[in-house]
């Protein structure tokens, strides 16, 4: 078990493959002697203890069972007569466990990577974060979210301001954390960036959010209130307890007061990078 | 008619809003945003009740025409239909 500080949370994390972290994950790690107040461990094997509580989830082959302890999310074959993923949270998700069987075979590397994503996610909307679907780029110390559906281009736009700008790192490619602070928002790096493995450990004041869609005719407009909500709703990493909807509506609450939100529909022209710009730095004369 | 179980309503920024949660989270990935006589039609639904009981209830409130009333009830029942969030034969 190594111990790992990601968005400010300390977590305790067993693993078994490097395949998606890379080098990358250690950037996020702290000594072994601090204390943490999480833990994720994950266990390859094939003896799964057994199911107790209620079936209060079904969704083609997974079941969530819920008790007093806590609650396993439980992952069956296309058959159904076998159990391949078994994931224990505790109930404050102070403890979370995931056991993937062998048969999983080479896309055990990638179960694991997504399975703990998810585990982390979950423990970071506890913490009062909201991991949201984007690429998160940081420009002259202020981060720039760019958020939309799979394949609509957000990494793309993320390295149009790479190749036009200079200062322009990556924050993280997929799953960039909000924090609401004092002063505003910040955005933070975590090691689950999608496919890529651009993320860095870092922590940046959140400038905007754009909200991108696919287009001929480059075009943009604000978002109101209603309008950030529900694009935010659609993007965000969502939970299923009631508790945490509530959490994440709080949290969302600030980011729609604080940040200035965009929907822009655009090609990945030249021409589409400088209206962003200009968009966001409307005072600037880049 | 009354609305299914795993679904709460909020105020958000100004802005009612349903969202699933539960089993219901995993069936439907969006949310819903309701408008003021959306939200009072919601809120009847949670206790039950049917096209005549709810045309009279925004008649009440909203001080419209039958007609409108009952327009805007189908129109609001065919949505809750299409994300499969009501049940029917109670």
């Known amino acids: ?26 950037e996020y790690q702290i000594a072994d002697n601090i204390n943490v107040d999480y833990q994720i461990k994950v266990i390859i094997s094939d003896i799964f203890p057994a199911i107790n509580g209620d079936e209060t989830i079904v969704f083609r082959t997974r079941r969530i069972y819920e008790s007093a302890s806590g609650s396993k999310l439980v992952v069956y074959s296309e058959t159904g007569n076998q159990i391949k993923q078994m994931i224990s949270t505790s109930v404050n998700l102070r403890k979370i466990t995931i056991q993937l069987s062998p048969e999983y075979g080479k896309r055990l590397p990638e179960i694991e990577y997504l399975a703990t994503g998810m585990a982390f996610f979950g423990i970071a909307i506890n913490e009062g974060c909201v991991p949201i679907h984007a690429s998160a780029i940081s420009y002259n110390g202020q981060a720039i979210i760019f958020s939309a559906p799979s394949q609509t281009g957000k990494s793309t736009h993320a390295s149009l301001w790479k190749k036009y700008l200079d200062d322009v790192d990556i924050i993280n490619d997929d799953k960039p954390i909000i924090r609401i ?35 001929v ?7 109101s209130k209603p309008q950030k909500l529900t694009h935010l709703f659609r993007n965000v990493y ?28 655009t090609d990945i022209s030249k021409s589409a990078f400088d209206m962003i710009y200009h968009v966001i730095y409307p005072e600037d004369e880049q | 008619m009354k609305i299914k179980e795993g679904y709460v309503l909020r105020t958000v920024a100004g802005e009612h809003i349903v969202v699933p949660i539960g089993n219901e989270a995993v069936n439907f990935n969006g949310i819903l945003t ?43 029942i065919s949505k809750l239909r299409t994300h499969n969030i009501l049940i029917e034969n109670d």
């Open chain 1, 181 to 215: 602070n004092d002063s505003g928002a910040v955005v933070y790096g975590t090691p689950w960036s999608g496919k890529t493995a651009q993320n860095v450990n870092r922590c940046v004041p959140l400038k905007a959010i754009v909200f991108l869609h696919q287009a």
């Open chain 2, 34 to 76: 309701l408008n003021n006589s959306g939200k009072l039609l919601w809120e009847a639904l949670i206790a039950g009740s049917d096209i005549k009981g709810l045309t009279t209830k925004l008649m009440e409130i909203f001080v419209v025409e039958e007609t409108v009333a009952y327009h805007d009830v189908l129109a609001f």
């Open chain 1, 238 to 265: 969502r939970p299923r307890q009631e508790d945490a909807i509530d959490s994440l509506i709080t949290v969302l609450e600030q980011l729609i007061d604080k940040i200035p939100m965009y929907e822009i529909h």
């Open chain 1, 217 to 223: 005719q480059n075009h943009w407009n604000y978002l």
């Open chain 1, 1 to 26: 078990m190594k111990n790992f500080e990601i968005a400010h949370i300390k977590l305790g994390m067993e693993y078994h493959f490097d395949d998606f972290f890379h080098d990358k994950i250690f």
